[in-house]
C-alpha cells in the first residue's frame, strides 16, 4: 500500500533520513522503532508532505507522492497525528473533530451555511468511538494530556483516512493510559479496516502491537520484518535492542 | 439560529438595539448622530481586520490600505469617471478586495510576523501611491465635496444609510464566522501545520479570507465618504492602521462583537476628550497597558469568559480569571 523507497533528507548538511525503505501492506500495523534521533518524525514529515525528500520516492496506492503538498497527500487518504499533540486550543473538541469532516466533505469553503448544523452526525460518530463525546464541548485546550493524544487521533479520523500514520501516540502517557490507547488503537484499525503506521519509544508496545517492525537508525533502515525477526537481528541487538535490554 | 456572541438571550437584545439606533437621530442631538456614524464606519472597518487578526491569526498590519482603497475608488469613480452613483458604490469594495487579493497573494507565502511586514510595506506602497499621484488624487489635499446623491446629504439620511449597510455587513461577516470557512480558518489560527494535514489547502484559504476582510474593508471606505464627501491619504496612513488594530484588541479580538466595542470607545475618546486636550492618545495608551495587565482578552473577551461562551457555557471549563483586581 505504501512503500518509501530510498529517500534521503538533510538540514543543514545533516543526513535526518539517510536511505530509508518502508514497506507496509493493507490492513497491518507497521512500527518504525529507534532511538532519539533516528530520523523516525522526519520519515513521517516525508512520507506526508510536510517535508520533500531530497531524493527517493514515496508510492501510496501505486502513485508517487513525494512531490505533492499536505493537503493532497491527506485527500489520497493519509492521515497523520503529532508527536507533540497538535490540536486547535482555542476550539471545543466537537470543532477540532468537525473541521477535519468538513475538509473531508470538501466544505471547507462553504461560506454561507452555519457550521453548526453540519457533519454533527459524523463527528459525534468519531467522538464516541474514541471515548470523547461527553467532552464534546469541552475547549480542547483544557484537556488533559492524555485526551490530547485521544483528540489528535480522533481529528486524523475526520479524514477517514485509509491509512493513519501516529507519530508516538502515547508519548508521555502513564502505563495504563497507553495500554488503554492501545487497545483503542488496534479496535480502530480492525473496525475500520485502518492501516496504521506508528512509532513508539515502548518496546513492549511495539512488540505486542506490531505486525512489522521497520528499525532506524541514524537515518538509515536497519531491517525491517515480523516481531521475532527483528528481536533476533544481530545488527539490530547491536544498534538499540541491546543496550535496552541489558 | 444559535447565537452566541452575537447575544446571549436570542435575538432579542440585538432587535432591542437596532430599534434604539433606529430612534436615536429622533432624540439625540445631531453632532451625536454624527458621532455613532462615524463609530459605525470604524466599526466596520475594524471587524474586517479582526476577521483576519482575531479569527484567522494574520497579522494584517495595514489594513487600513484597503479602506483608502475603497474610499479613493469610490471618489474617483464619482467625481472622474463620472458613473452612475451605484455603479460606483459597488465597484468600490471589489477594488478593495481586488488590492487585498494582489498583496495578500505574496503575503500568504509568508508566516507570522514576517507576514505582517510585508504587509505593512506593501499596503505603504498604496499609501505612497494617493499621497503622490497628485494629477490623479491631489496628494496631500485630498479630494473634497465629492457630490453623493440628495436623499443621503443631510447627517441624518446618512447615518441611516450607514448603519442599514452596517447592519448588512454586520449579519453577513456573522454568517461567515459561524460558517465552515470560518471554522475552518479559526483552525487555521490555532495550527496551520495541523490543517494542511487534515487536507486543508492553508493559504488558498488565507488568501480568501483577505479578499473578503478586505471587501468589507472597502466598503467601509465608500460609507466614510457618504458620511465626509472628503478623501484624503490620511485613510491609507499606517497610523489608521495601528489604531484599529489596538480597536480589535480593546474591545477582544476573539470575540466577534469586540471590535464595535473597540471602536466606540476609541471614537468617543477621541470625540470628548480630543475637546480638552489633544494627547487623547495618552489616556488611550493609559488603557491599552491596564488592558493588557488585566483584560488580556479585552473587554468583551473578558465578559464571553465570565458569562460563558455561548452554547459551550455549561461545560466550558472555568478557566482562571485574574482580572479582579
Given at each position: 500500500m505504501l512503500k518509501v523507497e530510498k529517500v534521503y533528507k538533510s538540514f543543514d548538511k545533516f543526513l535526518a533520513v539517510n536511505g530509508a525503505d518502508l514497506t507496509v501492506e493493507k490492513g497491518q500495523l507497521v512500527a518504525v522503532i529507534g532511538p532519539n534521533g533516528a530520523g523516525k518524525t522526519t520519515l513521517f514529515n516525508l512520507i506526508t508532505g510536510m517535508l520533500k525528500p531530497d531524493r527517493g520516492r514515496v508510492v501510496f496506492n501505486g502513485e508517487e507522492i513525494s512531490k505533492l503538498p499536505p493537503h493532497d497527500i491527506c485527500r489520497k487518504g493519509i492521515a497523520r497525528s503529532f508527536q507533540i499533540a497538535t490540536i486547535f486550543p482555542r476550539l471545543t473538541v466537537f470543532k477540532n473533530v468537525q473541521v477535519a469532516v468538513l475538509s473531508q466533505q470538501k466544505k471547507s469553503r462553504t461560506l454561507f451555511r452555519p457550521a453548526d448544523s453540519m457533519a454533527v452526525e459524523e463527528t459525534n460518530r468519531i467522538l464516541a468511538d474514541v471515548g470523547l463525546l461527553e467532552k464534546a464541548d469541552d475547549l480542547a485546550g483544557a484537556l488533559s494530556h492524555g485526551d490530547h493524544r485521544i483528540l489528535e487521533i480522533a481529528i486524523a479520523l475526520g479524514n477517514e483516512p485509509r491509512m493513519l500514520i501516529l507519530d508516538e501516540p502515547t508519548a508521555g502517557m502513564s502505563p495504563d493510559e497507553t495500554s488503554s490507547t492501545m487497545t483503542l488503537i488496534k479496535r480502530l484499525a480492525e473496525t475500520r479496516g485502518l492501516t496504521i503506521l506508528f512509532c513508539e519509544h515502548d518496546m513492549d508496545v511495539v512488540f505486542n502491537t506490531a505486525q512489522s517492525i521497520m528499525v532506524m537508525h541514524y537515518g538509515k533502515t536497519i531491517v525491517q520484518g515480523k516481531p521475532e525477526d527483528v528481536k533476533n537481528n544481530v545488527e539490530v541487538q547491536d544498534a538499540y535492542l541491546g543496550g535496552a535490554d541489558a | 439560529m444559535q447565537n452566541s456572541a452575537l447575544n446571549v438571550k436570542g435575538l432579542w437584545p440585538s432587535l432591542l438595539t437596532l430599534v434604539l439606533l433606529i430612534l436615536f437621530p429622533i432624540i439625540l442631538p445631531q453632532f451625536y448622530v454624527y458621532i455613532l456614524a462615524v463609530i459605525f464606519v470604524t466599526a466596520l472597518l475594524a471587524m474586517s481586520l479582526n476577521l483576519l487578526?482575531?479569527?484567522?491569526?494574520?497579522?494584517?498590519?495595514?489594513?487600513a490600505a484597503f479602506y483608502g482603497v475603497g474610499a479613493y475608488t469610490f471618489a474617483l469613480t464619482v467625481t472622474?469617471?463620472?458613473?452612475?452613483i451605484w455603479l460606483c458604490f459597488l465597484v468600490s469594495p471589489f477594488a478593495a478586495a481586488l488590492a487585498g487579493f494582489l498583496i495578500g497573494w505574496f503575503c500568504v507565502r509568508l508566516t507570522s510576523l514576517y507576514f505582517g511586514m510585508l504587509q505593512i510595506s506593501l499596503g505603504s506602497l498604496l499609501w505612497a501611491i494617493a499621497f503622490r499621484w497628485y494629477s490623479l488624487t491631489k496628494g496631500d489635499d485630498g479630494i473634497h465635496s465629492i457630490p453623493i446623491p440628495g436623499f443621503i446629504t443631510s447627517k441624518t439620511s446618512a447615518y441611516y444609510f450607514i448603519l442599514f449597510f452596517f447592519v448588512i455587513c454586520l449579519v453577513v461577516m456573522y454568517r461567515i464566522y459561524k460558517s465552515p470557512f470560518g471554522v475552518t480558518l479559526q483552525a487555521i489560527r490555532d495550527n496551520p501545520a495541523r490543517c494542511s494535514a487534515v487536507g486543508i489547502n492553508v493559504r488558498r484559504h488565507q488568501l480568501t479570507a483577505i479578499v473578503i476582510a478586505t471587501f468589507f474593508a472597502g466598503v467601509a471606505g465608500v460609507l466614510f465618504v457618504i458620511l465626509e464627501q472628503s478623501v484624503f491619504p490620511d485613510l491609507l496612513f499606517w497610523v489608521l492602521s495601528l489604531e484599529i488594530f489596538i480597536m480589535c484588541l480593546l474591545g477582544g479580538w476573539f470575540t466577534f462583537t469586540g471590535p464595535i466595542l473597540g471602536a466606540a470607545i476609541t471614537v468617543s475618546l477621541r470625540t470628548f476628550v480630543g475637546i480638552y486636550t489633544e494627547y487623547w492618545t495618552l489616556i488611550l495608551g493609559v488603557i491599552l497597558i491596564l488592558l493588557i495587565f488585566f483584560l488580556p482578552e479585552g473587554v468583551m473577551g473578558f465578559f464571553a469568559q465570565k458569562f460563558g461562551r455561548g452554547r459551550n457555557k455549561s461545560t466550558a471549563p472555568a478557566r482562571e480569571q485574574h482580572a479582579e483586581s
Open positions: - | 487578526v482575531g479569527f484567522g491569526g494574520l497579522f494584517q498590519f495595514h489594513h472622474k469617471a463620472g458613473w452612475p
